[in-house]
């Protein structure tokens, strides 16, 4: 298979959208493709499933992080409530809980994002409104007008495939 940057300059170039869809290039070029699409939809299912729960989660890695955890567990012993600590805070403070979107909707914005979007069509603004309402378990209206809301859904989908 050729590299990366041979299929990004034609597909750049719109080479990909002339060519006879039966040909080779075209069909490593897909193949290409899906293993991109499938590597970066395994990072964002990972991120989202390594997303903090709550406040107990971001404090352990915080204590784990400058090895505090490690020096109470020497001065206290192994059973030093940590476990429950971080139970308690989390059930306390929870985050909002991400979902993480199917692969069709992954790339479904990754093709949206790389266009670099300032106008957004009326079947676009249904999609991204829908995996918006699923990824973040929202309720915003499919069928809204409102342009800030529309730019606040982009952005926090934007936002939402760097996790």
């Known amino acids: 298979m050729k590299r990366d940057k041979y299929y990004l300059d034609l597909e750049e170039s719109g080479f990909y959208k002339t ?8 069909r490593e070029y897909k193949e290409w493709k899906a293993l991109k699409v499938s ?9 989202v499933s390594n997303k903090a729960v709550g406040l107990g989660d971001t404090f352990a890695k915080v204590t784990a992080t400058i090895g505090l955890d490690k020096a109470v567990k020497a001065l206290v012993g ?15 403070f929870k985050y909002r809980k991400l979902e993480c979107v199917t692969e069709e909707d992954f790339a479904y914005l990754t093709d949206f994002f790389k266009g670099n979007p300032s106008k957004v069509s009326h079947e676009q603004k249904v999609r991204l409104v829908g995996i918006y309402n699923f990824a973040f378990n929202q309720n915003e209206s499919l ?9 606040r859904v982009v952005k926090n989908l934007k936002k939402y495939l760097v996790v």
């Open 39 to 47: 590597k970066g939809y395994k990072e964002l299912k990972e991120s």
């Open 143 to 151: 069928t809204t007008t409102c342009s800030p809301c529309i730019s």
């Open 78 to 92: 192994e059973d030093c409530g940590c476990d429950e600590r971080k139970d308690k805070l989390n059930k306390i």
């Open 19 to 26: 060519i006879d869809k039966r040909s080779k290039d075209y």
